[in-house]
């Protein structure tokens, strides 16, 4: 307790025996030279906290010519940063501000997804007010959020989202950094290997002394088909790498993989005539490949790799054995002569295949009258079969030392606290004891840093022990998926997982917030409820009970889009169709941010073709477009169209999509060119994106990385953070019973 008595001004930072950075609880007494009056009530001060403004000065950029390396990372040069702050009067002194900008990715005009990137470290000096860093000379166009803290007190003032004054794009470039050898660090692309459709082959000759010596070997024409994206950088030509290889233990390995190529015995071209300067004149227009020497019976495999230029021809290292960094090998198989057979042995094989017919015939007779006695059995014992082939494509202990399988002593899993339910199980809050040891296969300093958490909370998926087998093959499918994946900040990364024995478990990371569509009608609720009491949330009152977590603005809810985007781009560009984009699939941390989780329905789409066609099933006819609902067929574009109808969910607070209309009458009404109409609060430009995700053929649509770029203008352009929404009771997307969700 602090007594005041002095006149007029006093200060806290000359106070014996008390904590200036603490809370105080105050009295002030007035005095005069004959009499002391009564104290006055007790005042409370809160702690102190730091300020600053938030808009940072550039005061200069410096190329160096040294690389930039950290455990992870590798650029060829160094960009020195620095800039200046203006902080707000600071009774302890500005060297006990800690000033810390964030850079981060999500407003990047070209994002490098094959890689994450350190996150830098500023040094305050604060005898200047300036901060500086060093970066890759590779980074481009960076943003940054701004924070103030004090070294002493502890507090800190987040600014999470400053004003659009104080937001500012800092062009990291050959023109902006000073003494930068532009000339010598130009961008050049590197081939894409393993994006083909589809490849198939004929025998164009055969070669042996003997033609009855099957050691001879033959000359095949491949031709393929390359998938194709309207923003690929234009192929030159393309190398195709053949050798010995061996079939994956999997089939899941063998869709994503192909086949092992172990021992590379040769490189082939499509292009028939190069110049001096190794600029292809002439390539074949019918995608095709010569390649010799083959063998029949053997297991060849052949990676295909599009050249984009000429300056850059780095192959893929097949010597490397970890899968993670191996493009995928399409099958070549050969197989043995049956035209080298002598006349002799084609006549009797002729005889013999005579005989065994008629015997087939007569025992088909017989076998006739047991037919429907034996019928019940049989089928029965097809569908043992079948589901034990199901379970036996992931046999528990395929993968001797899995560094994603962690024991069952180190996952504690708490039962009172569900999460929620899937497909196949439940979720259940769980702490990770210790740290997984995945994070030594992990290919970016993003999922090395997050699996290096010690002692951490985490989510985890659990079948029961009493699920089939097929739940087993579809959830064990899902873990292996997720192992492929690689690491992404929007996406709910996976951490560890428990095969080798059951109940099977699936450890992700932990969102506090939940769904992103429950967290967007919570708001939407208790917004609603402030209207119906008259109270403004743009001037709310001074009330306890008055919780501003739940008033939400148009300027968050684009950000969630941004971020959604940018992990569906993610996705695209990895080559996987989520399926099943909705806001009941995404995942709030934080109250701020946003991943994409639910990989249960995601497939990879480069293992045959560039559409994906599903068996049918139970499906979200609301989220799909008119192509996946007729004919289940999927594809990156039928997400984009998803992720129109997420907009819509984001920006009704949780809202459903088509009110009031039955889902088998989705198609009719989609394929008569209706659409949704823009919704309440909506801005036109964001109605445009929806729009531009429905069009009826999907090569129309936009691809991800434009929709990122577009929603991430138009977050810039909002002013502020107040700019609220007005929330319309008599609408029926917001009057909806919640329970059409399929």
């Keep these: 307790m602090v007594k005041i008595t002095v006149k007029e001004f006093f200060d806290f930072g000359t106070l014996r025996n008390t904590d200036?950075?603490?809370?105080?609880?105050?009295?002030?007494?007035?005095?005069?030279?004959?009499?002391?009056?009564?104290?006055?009530?007790?005042?409370?001060?809160?702690?102190?906290?730091?300020?600053?403004?938030?808009?940072?000065?550039?005061?200069?950029?410096?190329?160096?010519?040294?690389?930039?390396?950290?455990?992870?990372?590798?650029?060829?040069?160094?960009?020195?940063?620095?800039?200046?702050?203006?902080?707000?009067?600071?009774?302890?002194?500005?060297?006990?501000?800690?000033?810390?900008?964030?850079?981060?990715?999500?407003?990047?005009?070209?994002p490098d997804l094959s890689q994450g990137v350190p996150v830098p470290e500023f040094t305050v000096h604060s005898i200047n007010k300036t901060i500086s860093t060093t970066i890759g000379s590779d980074m481009m166009d960076r943003k940054c959020r701004y924070g103030v803290s004090s070294k002493r007190c502890g507090t800190n003032t987040e600014i999470s989202s400053p004003p659009s004054s104080a937001l500012q794009t800092v062009q990291i470039k050959c023109d902006t950094v000073k003494n930068a050898p532009c000339s010598i660090l130009p961008s050049i692309p590197h081939p894409q290997c393993g994006k083909i459709d589809r490849v198939e082959w004929e025998i164009l000759a055969r070669t042996r002394a003997d033609i009855n010596d099957p050691a001879g070997s033959v000359t095949v024409n491949v031709t393929f088909s390359p998938v194709s994206r309207s923003n690929d950088i234009p192929t030159l030509y393309y190398i195709g790498i053949y050798g010995e290889a061996e079939e994956y233990k999997t089939k899941e390995e063998e869709t994503f993989l192909g086949v092992n190529l172990t021992k590379v015995l040769g490189k082939t071209s499509s292009c028939q005539k190069f110049d001096s300067s190794e600029m292809c004149l002439m390539e074949n227009n019918n995608r095709s490949f010569i390649i010799q020497g083959l063998h029949p019976g053997q297991l060849y495999g052949l990676t295909i790799c599009a050249i984009k230029d000429k300056r850059n021809i780095t192959l893929p290292d097949f010597s490397q054995a970890e899968k993670s960094v191996k493009p995928k090998s399409?099958?070549?198989?050969?197989?043995?002569?049956?035209?080298?057979?002598?006349?002799?042995?084609?006549?009797?094989?002729?005889?013999?295949?005579?005989?065994?017919?008629?015997?087939?015939?007569?025992?088909?007779?017989?076998h006739q009258k047991r037919k429907i006695r034996d019928k019940k059995f049989l089928k029965f014992e097809i569908s043992q079969r079948e589901k034990e082939s199901r379970y036996t494509?992931?046999?528990?202990?395929?993968?001797?030392?899995?560094?994603?399988?962690?024991?069952?002593?180190?996952?504690?899993?708490?039962?009172?606290?569900?999460?929620?339910?899937?497909?196949?199980?439940?979720?259940?809050?769980g702490k990770l004891l210790g740290k997984s040891l995945a994070h030594k296969d992990a290919n970016s300093p993003l999922g090395i840093n997050m699996m290096r958490t010690e002692n951490c909370q985490v989510a985890v998926k659990m079948l029961p022990e009493y699920a089939d087998n097929v739940s087993k093959h579809e959830f064990l499918r899902e873990i292996l998926l997720m192992k492929t994946l690689g690491y992404h900040e929007r996406l709910v990364n996976m951490l560890a997982c428990i095969t080798e024995s059951e109940p099977l478990c699936l450890v992700v990371e932990y969102c506090d917030n939940g769904d992103l569509q429950q967290f967007l009608r919570e708001r939407c609720r208790y917004m609603m409820k402030l209207d119906e009491l008259l109270i403004n949330y743009n001037d709310p009152p001074k009330n306890e009970n008055y919780d501003a977590t739940l008033i939400i603005s148009l300027k968050l809810l684009l950000q969630f889009a941004v971020q959604i985007s940018y992990g569906l781009e993610y996705l695209s560009h990895t080559g996987f169709v989520h399926r099943d984009v909705a806001a009941r699939n995404v995942l709030v941390h934080k109250g701020k941010f946003c991943k994409i989780g639910d990989f249960g329905l995601c497939r990879y789409i480069y293992a045959d073709q560039s559409q994906y066609r599903s068996k049918g099933g139970k499906l979200p006819l609301k989220w799909m477009s008119p192509e996946a609902i007729r004919h289940y067929q999927f594809s990156i574009k039928s997400d984009v169209w998803s992720f129109g109808i997420l907009l819509f969910e984001v920006i009704t607070l949780g809202g459903s999509p088509y009110p009031g209309m039955a889902p088998e009458d989705v198609l009719p009404f989609l394929e008569n060119n209706g659409r949704i109409s823009k919704p309440d609060n909506c801005p036109e430009k964001l109605y445009e994106v929806m729009k531009q995700c429905w069009f009826n053929d999907p090569d129309d649509r936009m691809e991800f990385s434009a929709i990122r770029m577009e929603l991430a203008t138009q977050l810039e352009e909002i002013a502020d953070d107040y700019n609220y929404l007005k929330l319309d009771a008599e609408k029926d997307y917001y009057n909806v019973s919640y329970e059409d969700q399929k």
């Excluded at 403004?53 to 950029?61: A, C, R, S």
């Excluded at 009067?89 to 500005?94: E, M, P, Y």
């Excluded at 002799?344 to 005579?354: D, F």
Aim: charged fraction near 20%.
């Design 20 to 110: 200036p950075c603490s809370e105080l609880d105050v009295i002030v007494t007035a005095y005069s030279e004959n009499a002391i009056s009564i104290d006055s009530k007790e005042i409370k001060i809160d702690q102190p906290q730091p300020t600053a403004n938030p808009k940072l000065d550039l005061l200069e950029m410096l190329y160096y010519n040294t690389s930039f390396d950290s455990e992870f990372y590798h650029a060829n040069a160094t960009v020195y940063v620095k800039f200046r702050y203006e902080s707000n009067s600071w009774f302890l002194g500005d060297e006990d501000l800690n000033v810390q900008p964030l850079f981060h990715l999500i407003s990047c005009v070209d």
């Design 393 to 429: 494509d992931f046999p528990t202990g395929t993968i001797k030392n899995d560094v994603w399988e962690i024991e069952r002593r180190n996952l504690i899993i708490y039962d009172d606290k569900k999460l929620g339910s899937g497909a196949f199980g439940a979720v259940f809050l």
């Design 330 to 366: 399409v099958k070549l198989m050969i197989p043995d002569n049956q035209d080298s057979m002598s006349t002799g042995w084609i006549v009797g094989l002729s005889i013999g295949m005579a005989i065994v017919f008629m015997t087939v015939i007569v025992i088909c007779i017989i």
